[in-house]
């Protein structure tokens, strides 16, 4: 097995790539209800030969490999789509009011494709590769989910490696960029605010407790936070997205309902600030006669990249794609007279799966604004580039095999 060869074999079914993310971009469905969409791969992937065993509510795990003796690397591909109306001006767009506006299709078929390629080289494989196939991402429950039901074990999982297309970025179509060492994406946290006053008539206040009154100062207070209480290089977002109250204008309501988020690169800051919302809420409510109750719904930790995985992964990805066509971030860094950075904003919650086993994420640049890939992800216009599906069942595939070889 060669690089030369990986990437020949992978390009040769890229037509069958293109049909399988045609079909998946035409049916998106979000969350766990993954109705048409996990019977689709769970079927493609029988077809190759292997047998498929569903975890959790609706993922899917596959097993390549295991016929010599070796360790175990995960490879992850979300499933899952948006609540977004595509807008794309595409021939094979949405019409189900959900849309695959991140690229999850394109995560999945490239997936498959490394399923492919996996099994025609299944007696080379030294070690195991298990292929994770996940839902939920979206609201960041799939991926806790499946680890809860069994994903890490039998066979024990030794790494794992996730790839993330990227639309509008300034790189040729399938150009790899990996992850530095450290925190690459930020833990989110999704709260509910819940003020509880006394309704009354709006000419007669002093008869109730006003809990917008009470909401509204929570609101400011909740800036002391950020302006005040974290360090001039600490990164963190604060954001209260929804205030819900009230049904007439001249009657004060019994209760406002606030939904916020929460982003941050530092464990231990996620639970200061957890701390400080809850103290904020319960004393300013308090002081207007109030009360004031923070409940935290979904969300997830920091995504840690491993530093042994982040420089193999790049020394891989560099044989397969060459040198102009997959950079480190330290290597970016470098170039930009250190302008890049290895975090975005966006959460990710492969982010679990990083807290568990030695992890790397991948960034495949899928789109070049100058081309017409001008709009981001989860934008209903979104698009992304096609030409880079089996580049990235290659990556994929050779990373895994590389590793298992390497790390016997």
Same mark, same amino acid.
């Given at each position: 097995?060669?690089?030369?060869?990986?990437?020949?074999?992978?390009?040769?079914?890229?037509?069958?790539?293109?049909?399988?993310?045609?079909?998946?971009?035409?049916?998106?469905?979000?969350?766990?209800?993954?109705?048409?969409?996990?019977?689709?791969?769970?079927?493609?992937?029988?077809?190759?030969?292997?047998?498929?065993?569903?975890?959790?509510?609706?993922?899917?795990?596959?097993?390549?490999?295991?016929?010599?003796p070796g360790k175990v690397f995960l490879l992850r591909?979300?499933?899952?789509?948006?609540?977004?109306?595509?807008?794309?001006?595409?021939?094979?767009?949405?019409?189900?009011?959900?849309?695959?506006?991140?690229?999850?299709?394109?995560?999945?078929?490239?997936?498959?494709?490394?399923?492919?390629?996996?099994?025609?080289?299944?007696?080379?494989?030294?070690?195991?590769?298990?292929?994770?196939?996940?839902?939920?991402?979206?609201?960041?429950?799939?991926?806790?989910?499946?680890?809860?039901?069994?994903?890490?074990?039998?066979?024990?999982?030794?790494?794992?490696?996730?790839?993330?297309?990227?639309?509008?970025?300034?790189?040729?179509?399938?150009?790899?960029?990996?992850?530095?060492?450290?925190?690459?994406?930020?833990?989110?946290?999704?709260?509910?605010? /819940?003020?509880?006053? *006394?309704?009354?008539? &709006?000419?007669?206040?002093?008869?109730? $407790?006003?809990? @917008? =009154? +009470?909401?509204?100062?929570?609101?400011?207070?909740?800036?002391?936070?950020?302006?005040?209480?974290?360090?001039?290089?600490?990164?963190?977002?604060?954001?209260?997205?929804?205030?819900?109250?009230?049904?007439?204008?001249?009657?004060?309501?019994?209760?406002?309902?606030?939904?916020?988020?929460?982003?941050?690169?530092?464990?231990?800051?996620?639970?200061?600030?957890?701390?400080?919302?809850?103290?904020?809420?319960?004393?300013?409510?308090?002081?207007?006669?109030?009360?004031?109750?923070?409940?935290?719904?979904?969300?997830?930790?920091?995504?840690?990249?491993?530093?042994?995985?982040?420089?193999?992964? /790049?020394?891989?990805? *560099?044989?397969?794609? &060459?040198?102009?066509?997959?950079?480190? $971030?330290?290597? @970016? =860094? +470098?170039?930009?007279?250190?302008?890049?950075?290895?975090?975005?904003?966006?959460?990710?919650?492969?982010?679990?799966?990083?807290?568990?086993?030695?992890?790397?994420?991948?960034?495949?640049?899928?789109?070049?604004?100058?081309?017409?890939?001008?709009?981001?992800?989860?934008?209903?216009?979104?698009?992304?580039?096609?030409?880079?599906?089996?580049?990235?069942?290659?990556?994929?595939?050779?990373?895994?095999?590389?590793?298992?070889?390497?790390?016997?």
């Amino acid at each position: 097995m060669t690089a030369e060869q990986i990437m020949k074999e992978a390009k040769a079914f890229q037509e069958e790539l293109i049909a399988e993310r045609r079909y998946l971009h035409t049916h998106p469905e979000t969350g766990f209800d993954l109705t048409d969409t996990l019977p689709f791969v769970k079927k493609e992937l029988e077809k190759m030969g292997y047998e498929p065993k569903e975890c959790g509510k609706a993922g899917l795990v596959a097993l390549a490999g295991g016929k010599k003796p070796g360790k175990v690397f995960l490879l992850r591909a979300d499933m899952d789509a948006l609540p977004v109306k595509e807008e794309a001006e595409v021939d094979f767009a949405s019409t189900n009011g959900r849309m695959h506006a991140c690229g999850h299709d394109m995560h999945t078929t490239m997936l498959l494709g490394a399923a492919r390629l996996l099994k025609e080289h299944e007696d080379e494989l030294e070690g195991t590769v298990k292929l994770m196939f996940q839902p939920a991402e979206e609201i960041f429950e799939g991926s806790h989910d499946m680890i809860t039901s069994g994903l890490l074990e039998n066979p024990k999982v030794d790494a794992a490696l996730m790839i993330h297309v990227m639309t509008g970025m300034p790189f040729a179509p399938g150009t790899v960029v990996v992850s530095a060492p450290g925190v690459s994406a930020p833990a989110a946290d999704y709260f509910e605010i /819940t003020v509880r006053g *006394k309704g009354c008539h &709006g000419s007669m206040p002093n008869t109730g $407790v006003d809990p @917008l =009154n +009470a909401a509204a100062h929570i609101l400011i207070a909740l800036q002391e936070i950020h302006a005040r209480e974290l360090a001039m290089d600490d990164r963190a977002v604060l954001t209260i997205g929804t205030m819900n109250a009230g049904t007439a204008p001249n009657v004060i309501p019994d209760t406002v309902v606030m939904g916020g988020s929460l982003r941050t690169f530092d464990e231990e800051m996620r639970s200061f600030i957890k701390e400080r919302l809850i103290q904020i809420t319960e004393g300013v409510a308090g002081a207007f006669r109030a009360e004031g109750e923070v409940t935290f719904g979904s969300g997830c930790p920091t995504l840690k990249n491993d530093r042994a995985l982040s420089d193999c992964t /790049t020394k891989y990805v *560099k044989e397969l794609l &060459g040198e102009g066509r997959a950079f480190s $971030v330290e290597q @970016l =860094n +470098a170039m930009s007279g250190g302008t890049s950075s290895n975090k975005a904003a966006g959460s990710e919650d492969f982010a679990y799966v990083s807290q568990e086993v030695p992890s790397i994420m991948l960034a495949l640049a899928a789109g070049q604004p100058e081309k017409g890939y001008v709009y981001p992800q989860h934008h209903p216009m979104v698009r992304f580039d096609e030409e880079v599906l089996p580049g990235g069942s290659a990556v994929y595939a050779y990373t895994a095999m590389r590793w298992l070889s390497e790390h016997k």
